[in-house]
Nanobody, 126 residues
Framework: QVRLVESGGAEVHPGGSLTLSCEAS????????MAWYRQAPGARRELVAT???????TYADSVKDRFTISRDNDKNTMYLQMNHLKTEDTAVYYC????????????????????YGQGTQVTVSS
C-alpha cells in the first residue's frame, strides 16, 4: 500500500506563507485524485483541496484564491502552497489518496481511500 508522509508545517504569523509537501512511497503518476485535508482542534476533518492526475483542481471556499495544490509526478510528491494565512487555518494538515483510479471514482464516488499520513501541524498566530 502506498504510504504518504506530510511535511512543511510550522508556526507563522497571519498573512504569512507556507508550502506543505506530501511524499509518496510509490509512483503517483497514475493516481487519479489526491487531496489535502485539515483538522482543527475539536473539529471534524475537512477537505481543503483536490487534484487529479490531469491537474484539475478544486478548493474549499475558505481557501480559494489563497491556497494552491500541485503535484510533481517525477518526485512522487504533492504540494500545498498556502498564502495569506489566517488564524482559522490553524490545523493539522493531512494528505490522502481519495481515488486510485478513474473507475474507482466512477463506481464509488463517495468512498474515499484511507491513506492518510501522520499529518503536519500548521499554526497561524500573532
Amino acid at each position: 500500500q502506498v504510504r504518504l508522509v506530510e511535511s512543511g508545517g510550522a508556526e507563522v504569523h497571519p498573512g504569512g506563507s507556507l508550502t506543505l509537501s506530501c511524499e509518496a512511497s510509490e509512483s503517483i503518476f497514475s493516481i487519479y485524485i489526491m487531496a489535502w485535508y485539515r483538522q482543527a482542534p475539536g473539529a471534524r476533518r475537512e477537505l481543503v483541496a483536490t487534484i487529479t492526475d490531469g491537474g484539475l483542481t478544486t478548493y474549499a471556499d475558505s481557501v480559494k484564491d489563497r491556497f494552491t495544490i500541485s503535484r510533481d509526478n517525477d518526485k512522487n510528491t504533492m504540494y500545498l502552497q498556502m498564502n495569506h494565512l489566517k488564524t482559522e487555518d490553524t490545523a493539522v494538515y493531512y494528505c490522502n489518496i481519495d481515488h486510485l483510479s478513474y473507475s474507482d471514482y466512477v463506481l464509488r464516488p463517495n468512498i474515499k481511500g484511507n491513506y492518510y499520513g501522520q499529518g503536519t501541524q500548521v499554526t497561524v498566530s500573532s
